[in-house]
């Protein structure tokens, strides 16, 4: 009932003529599971271009897809995948992707990742929400199943929209009890079998289409006003609230909503529809209490009721206690939940918080529904801090869910405050924004109601634009700016008018009660004539202030002057005072009963006498507590009266009979004044004791009714609390019957043990770990034989009851082989009590085996990379090495550590870096990388070249994961390749130098040859020693060329016997220099052809002798000196024409290329050579040309 | 064959490590009637004869002598104004860019286009 006002805050009215283009959007919230009966609703559902369809599961990963397909396949329906950014259109049916929340704007699907877990996602209100506010008013919402709460905001917000909310009635039809509803059930429009559900929905797009059309032209009739008023007078008659007032706006939207539904074309027929069904006011009475509350609302009282009032409301409460708070017209359960998140904040702060019950009342059923489940959109963001809302709310999709512990404390029920009994003994009472909604008569009997159900001192917390200073003597503001007021004790008891009590009590002062049966008129007036002749009295208190005066007493009162009083001695007549004054004194003191007789009263100029009774009241032993002062008229004057005197003796004698009679009489009349007097005592004392008997009944009634009304409120609350727990029962039958499906369907082997080791639950899978039945329940672990080899368990699991720390293990079946992952966990209960431990098992066979073969193949790849001669490395894009191999710190000095990320490039050479990093930049694109550069090596403290190659590793899609790279050392390679070119162009050189001596000799040999045939001997002669010189020296880099080794090489190449008597050879091993060795050989060739020819060699006499020696000539090194020396020659050789080239090489050609000194003399028989050739380094300082 | 004497009167300076090309070089020169300055196998032996003569119409230089690297008398001709041409066994990649238009004759030489060059 509260919020009607705030429904002002719904959305500006549906912009009807947008809609022309746009289909019905039907979207269906399931929770995924149940794919056979999602497809036969599908199935069945109408097919056409104006009406889309989207499924919204609760679980997309528990949905078999395929199988849906394959289900609706028959009917001719495809699943379209929603895409992001796809526009929705008719005649589709769509299913968003796992993993993806989906919403609607602007008529497009909108897709992003979720964050939670399945089935904490709020997917189904998260697409209901963002649809009914991305279309207004074309929208169906049809939950299916059980979705745990998941769609009931969503369906709300559906509502409020104006769209149509369905539901599939359960089959059993045991549950179609609207009252018994519950969740989206409740909230839903109708609740049919699966059956109908087709046609409603082609009823209500049928109307939806007319309406569209209507819509324009008789939306705003003249006679709206006028049928809108009509409609508020049928709910005034039958549901008792008055909607005249409310805003026309709102109200005809709500009125355009139910007669969407219940499919009325025109205003007219929708009245004719209410008339019919009294349950359809019902239904619009209830729409139209869809409010919308928030958060904090009216931050400021909040604020001061979180900072002055929370802090009071715990004073002096202990753990024992507890914190009783009513809040109604609770709507959807915002402002509880806020005062809930308040108070729990502060009881954090205590040490021993009392317990803390809010009552959430709303006479709004399904506002209740939404209460309950907890489920807020995410625009709560705006009113709830941050803090709270990670502290207070679990995030489900885009929705927000309150903390259990916040939904435990509050308890929801359905209650009227001007129907049903308050509850009671209340610590604060929240009613905010209700009583504004009230009349002046209602409020009247309302505020009483709370100052009734709150405690001493209770906390009355209003809205904004309400007060209570019409009760000021009930309530009083806390501070005047604020709406919150404090009960005020009063010394009356306030009637509470309670709707169900007859309540015909009035006021009364306890200290003189009425009597209660005043039936029987004679009594009384027969009272009323005995208290006429009674004396008249006055009751007074201790001070002598009058409580009570009989109705006689007004003779004796007489008032003086001056300020009224109630003093007994102020009141009475002025002749009394005196004497009453000493009498009440001694009454008084003595504490007895007074008596004066024959006081002299004037009354109107006659004197009357008048007799003080003066009774303390009490029961003699204390002071007494007041008196009461009888007055009476006293006996007759005795001067007043004359007697009349007889004569006659007769008379006489009459008279003593008379007096005798009168003696007799009077003596007897003394006996019954006596008689009567005590029977007076009797009656006075009966009297008082009835009095008192009937003050006790008097509490001892009001005690009872008192009572009555706390049971009623106790009542109440117990009927709420069971209300509450039969939900919470229905809730845990849903969440058993998950579990033991869970625990039935997982293939994870599980045995909860007691704290005593002993069974208490297992799952099925179990049977390959322990062989239970269900026979072994409550039976110790210890007793059943393990399957797998698990000694410890038991010892594990004793000490996780000790320690609480969860223990891993891995275990096998020595048997089967399969390998086990233990994990032993404590078993806590929901109040986190330990109860034993879960021992689960986890079967990691194929695990293990694929860790294995990994671990070795990574082991061979790893001995593979670490043992060739390569640096290897792995980088991340942009060079970014992750892990280098020890080659690379062996050959650079640099750790693997100091090489990640970019650190590898200290090791580069300055020069090389640059190219580097744009090899990298390039490689992106290629996917490979190749390149050249210089790397220190710390060994010897240079850079040395590499290769650098890289290949990107990518995954299934193509993106690169990383980079593997190799860097082979090719430093020596291009040093030999730079030596091959020069050896290139050494050779090139030589060989040109050979061919140029070659052409040299060729034109030396045919100057001086005579014929061909002498020209062709020796040159070929000439060619051969400069062979052999040239196949010495090939080989010098391994024999060094000697002297010795020359001169036989040419001595044997004429046939010269060296070991005959013909040739005498020696002298010192001498290492010729390569670049003498080619000219020296051509001139020792000479020689050794002449000698062969004409000299030493031909004659029997002839003796060649061929010594040699090194001689030192100071600094500059030393001297080879060759003697040639040929004796017993034919006088006629010394012409001969053969010696003509060898004389030139030796005594011109060794000067100018060996800077030798030579001497060639021919005398007689003999031929004596010299040559001296320096062996120093002087004339080759570059060796080998 | 009888040699044809054209270059009577010239001065030509020969500048060989290789006796016998040298050899072979002077006596082709001096066939034709030119006068030979040298051979010589040494650059100081060479920058001597440049300087101790008044008059030279040529040279022929061979550019690496055991080693040593002939550039410095092709310097000293060139300031001259003295032709010359190099003989080499090397690529002509080692002469250097100053020496751009000089005559580079690969080993082995041909002697009557060495001559030819050292006429002009």
């Known amino acids: 009932m509260n919020d009607e006002a705030s429904t002002t805050a719904v959305a500006a009215e549906p912009r009807l003529e947008d809609r022309a283009a746009t289909p019905v959007i039907l979207a269906v919230g399931a929770s995924g599971a149940e794919t056979e009966a999602l497809a036969r609703l599908l199935a069945m559902l109408p097919n056409g271009p104006d009406l889309s369809i989207v499924v919204v599961l609760r679980d997309r990963e528990a949905l078999d897809e395929h199988r849906l397909q394959e289900l609706l396949a028959p009917h001719s329906r495809t699943l379209v995948t929603a895409a992001e950014g796809a526009p929705i259109q008719g005649g589709r049916l769509y299913l968003p992707p796992p993993g993806m929340l989906a919403t609607l704007e602007e008529g497009r699907f909108r897709l992003r990742p979720t964050e939670q877990q399945p089935g904490e996602r709020g997917t189904i209100d998260t697409f209901f929400v963002s649809m009914a506010q991305d279309q207004d008013g074309n929208t169906i919402g049809l939950v299916l199943g059980e979705t745990d709460g998941d769609g009931t905001l969503g369906m709300s917000t559906i509502k409020e929209a104006g769209g149509l909310t369905l539901a599939i009635a359960p089959t059993n039809g045991a549950a179609q009890e609207h009252g018994e509803a519950v969740g989206t059930r409740a909230l839903a429009d109708y609740a049919l079998p699966m059956e109908q559900i087709p046609d409603r929905i082609a009823l209500y797009m049928r109307h939806f289409a007319r309406l569209r059309e209507a819509a324009a032209s008789d939306a705003r009739s003249a006679g709206e006003l006028e049928r809108l008023a009509h409609v508020a007078t049928i709910l005034r008659n039958h549901t008792g609230h008055d909607f005249h007032g409310y805003k026309r706006a709102t109200f005809l939207r709500r009125v355009q909503r139910r007669m969407q539904v219940v499919q009325a074309d025109t205003l007219d027929a929708y009245i004719q529809t209410l008339q019919a069904h009294a349950e359809e006011s019902r239904n619009l009475f209830n729409d139209l209490l869809i409010g919308v509350t928030q958060f904090f609302r009216d931050p400021r009282e909040f604020e001061f009721v979180q900072t002055h009032v929370v802090p009071r409301l715990f004073e002096g409460k202990g753990r024992s206690d507890s914190l009783r708070i009513w809040v109604l017209g609770c709507s959807t359960g915002e402002e509880a939940y806020s005062l809930a998140i308040l108070l729990r904040e502060y009881a954090a702060t205590l040490t021993a918080a009392p317990t803390i019950q809010i009552f959430a009342s709303d006479i709004d059923s399904r506002a209740l529904a939404v209460a309950r489940v907890g489920r807020y959109p995410q625009s709560i963001v705006d009113d709830v801090s941050p803090e709270r809302l990670a502290r207070w709310f679990t995030r489900e999709g885009d929705t927000y869910c309150v903390a259990k512990e916040l939904r435990e404390m509050c308890v929801f029920s359905q209650h009227s405050v001007v129907k049903d009994p308050p509850f009671s003994r209340l610590d604060m009472v929240s009613c905010r924004n209700l009583l504004i909604y009230l009349d002046a008569e209602l409020q009247s009997r309302v505020v009483p109601v709370f100052h009734f159900a709150l405690k001493p001192g209770g906390y009355l917390f209003l809205g904004n634009s309400e007060n209570v200073s019409r009760y000021a003597r009930l309530f009083v503001p806390l501070e005047r700016n604020f709406r919150v007021f404090q009960k005020i004790e009063t010394s009356e008891r306030v009637r509470a008018e309670f709707p169900f009590a007859p309540s015909t009590r009035s006021n009364g002062s306890p200290e003189l009660p009425r009597p209660r049966t005043p039936n029987q008129g004679l009594v009384r007036l027969g009272e009323r004539v005995a208290e006429r002749h009674a004396p008249a009295y006055a009751i007074i208190d201790r001070h002598f202030d009058v409580v009570h005066f009989s109705a006689q007493a007004g003779r004796f009162i007489h008032p003086g002057g001056g300020t009224p009083s109630l003093n007994l001695l102020n009141l009475v007549h002025r002749d009394l005072r005196l004497d009453l004054r000493g009498a009440l004194n001694r009454a008084a003191s003595e504490n007895r009963v007074v008596r004066v007789d024959g006081l002299q009263m004037e009354v109107c100029g006659d004197p009357v006498t008048v007799d003080l009774v003066i009774e303390p009241a009490g029961d003699g032993m ?227 085996r694929a860790e294995r073969a990994l671990r070795e193949s990574e082991q061979r790849l790893r001995t593979l990379m670490e043992g060739i001669p390569q640096l290897v490395w792995r980088a991340q894009s942009g060079g970014h090495w992750t892990w280098s191999s020890p080659q690379w710190t062996t050959y650079t000095g640099q750790g693997e550590a100091e090489s990640r990320g970019l650190g590898w490039l200290k090791a580069i050479h300055p020069d090389d870096r640059e190219a580097c990093m744009q090899a990298w930049a390039a490689s992106s694109s290629s996917g490979t990388m190749d390149m050249e550069q210089r790397i220190h090596s710390a060994a010897d403290n240079t850079y040395r070249w590499f290769h ?238 | 064959m009888p040699a044809v004497r054209d270059m009577v009167g010239r001065r030509i300076l020969v500048v060989e490590d290789e006796f016998l090309l040298a050899y072979a070089l002077v006596d082709m020169l001096e066939d034709r009637g030119a006068e030979v300055l040298g051979p010589t196998m040494s650059v100081d032996q060479a920058l001597g004869l440049i300087e101790g003569t008044t008059r030279l119409d040529g040279a022929l230089l061979d550019i690496n002598l055991h080693g040593e690297i002939s550039f410095a008398v092709a310097d000293a001709l060139a300031e001259r104004g003295i032709p010359f041409t190099f003989a080499t066994g090397y690529d002509e990649s080692v002469i250097p860019a100053r020496f751009a238009d000089v005559p580079c004759h690969q080993k082995p030489l041909d002697p009557h286009r060495v001559l030819a060059d050292l006429i002009r």
């Open chain 1, 948 to 1185: 650098t190659r890289s290949t990107a590793l990518r995954d299934e899609r193509g993106e690169i994961v990383e980079w593997l790279g190799t860097s082979t050392e090719i430093d020596s390679l291009r040093r030999m390749q730079d030596e091959q070119g020069v050896l290139v162009a050494e050779l090139q050189h030589r060989t040109r130098n050979l061919i140029t001596v070659v052409q040299a000799i060729a034109s030396q040999t045919l100057q001086r040859s005579t014929s061909l045939e002498e020209f062709r001997d020796a040159f070929n002669d000439r060619l051969g020693a400069l062979s052999r010189a040239q196949s010495l020296l090939c080989r010098s880099d391994k024999a060094p060329v000697t002297l010795e080794a020359l001169l036989r090489m040419e001595l044997s190449a004429v046939g010269a016997d060296l070991g005959g008597e013909k040739v005498s050879f020696g002298g010192p091993d001498v290492v010729l220099r390569k670049s003498a060795v080619q000219t020296l050989s051509l001139a020792l060739h000479e020689l050794a052809t002449n000698a062969r020819k004409y000299g030493a060699l031909t004659t029997p006499a002839g003796h060649l002798r061929v010594t040699w020696e090194v001689v030192p000539d100071g600094d500059e090194g030393s001297h080879v000196v060759l003697d040639w020396r040929e004796d017993g020659l034919q006088p006629s050789t010394t012409g001969s024409t053969g010696g003509g080239y060898g004389r030139m090489l030796i005594e011109r050609a060794l000067p100018y290329n060996l800077d030798a000194r030579t001497t060639y003399e021919l005398v007689d028989t003999a031929l004596r050579c010299t040559i001296a050739l320096p062996l120093g380094a002087k004339l080759a300082p570059h060796g080998e040309t």
């Open chain 1, 622 to 848: 204390q002071a007494p507590a007041g008196y009461v002062v009888l007055f009476k008229d006293g006996t007759a004057m005795p001067g007043g009266e004359a007697l009349v005197a007889g004569s006659t003796a007769s008379r006489d004698e009459h008279v003593r009979s008379l007096d005798a009679e009168l003696r007799t009489t009077r003596e007897r009349l003394q006996s019954m004044i006596e008689e009567l007097e005590s029977t007076n005592e009797e009656l006075k004392s009966s009297n008082e004791e009835y009095q008192s008997l009937n003050e006790e009944l008097q509490s001892a009634n009001e005690e009872l009714e008192t009572s009555k009304e706390e049971l009623q409120s106790v009542n109440e609350e117990v009927t709420t609390v069971n209300g509450e727990l039969a939900h919470r029962v229905q809730e845990l039958a849903h969440a058993n019957s998950d579990l033991k499906n869970l625990l039935e369907s997982t293939q994870i082997a599980t045995v909860f043990l007691d704290n005593e080791l002993r069974v208490t639950n297992f799952t099925p899978a179990v049977a390959d770990i322990f062989p239970l039945v269900e026979s072994d329940l409550h039976r110790p672990i210890a007793d059943m034989k393990s399957r797998v080899h698990y000694e410890e368990l038991q010892d594990d699991a004793r000490r996780v009851l000790r320690t609480l720390a969860v223990i891993d293990r891995e275990v096998g079946n020595p048997q089967t082989g399969a390998r086990y992952m233990v994990r032993i966990l404590p078993y806590r209960s929901i109040d986190n009590f330990i109860g034993g431990v879960v021992v689960t098992f986890t079967d990691v066979t194929p695990r293990v």
